[in-house]
């Protein structure tokens, strides 16, 4: 089993920056490659961005590719989202995921393969 909890979510005006971190805890995090959701008022959960279980790739959806970075510190068992330049239509509740992995070099955009989530953490984005 792995826990997961998420941080850093608020209030940012358009424009302004977020720096999400999802914390793992109950095995080692090095064996999971991670994701970021979002789920908007109405809308189905997207995918945000993927990352492998050592961090050497990543993937995002195109309407955030530019202006979010994510990353992961297998050493403190986090993986980071920073997000920049950030738009209403960003506003959403932020999901972690994790799935077990055995290839170093694999990650995930759909959200019905990983294994673990965390509870999500809001991000409102004023115009």
């Known amino acids: 089993q792995v826990q997961l909890v998420e941080s850093g979510g608020g209030l940012v005006q358009a424009g302004g920056s977020l720096r999400l971190s999802c914390a793992a805890s109950g095995r080692p995090f090095s064996g999971y490659a991670a994701g970021w959701f979002r789920q908007a008022p109405g809308k189905e959960r997207e995918f945000v961005a993927a990352i492998t279980r050592i961090g050497t790739s990543t993937d995002y959806s195109d309407s955030v590719k530019g202006r979010v970075t994510i990353s992961r510190d297998n050493a403190k068992n986090t993986v980071d989202l920073q997000m920049d330049s950030l738009k209403p239509e960003d506003t959403a509740v932020y999901y972690c995921?994790?799935?077990?992995?055995?290839?170093?070099?694999?990650?995930?955009?759909?959200?019905?393969?990983?294994?673990?989530w965390g509870q999500g953490t809001q991000v409102t984005v004023s115009s």
């Open positions: 995921a994790a799935k077990s992995a055995w290839s170093f070099g694999s990650y995930y955009l759909r959200a019905s393969v990983y294994d673990y």
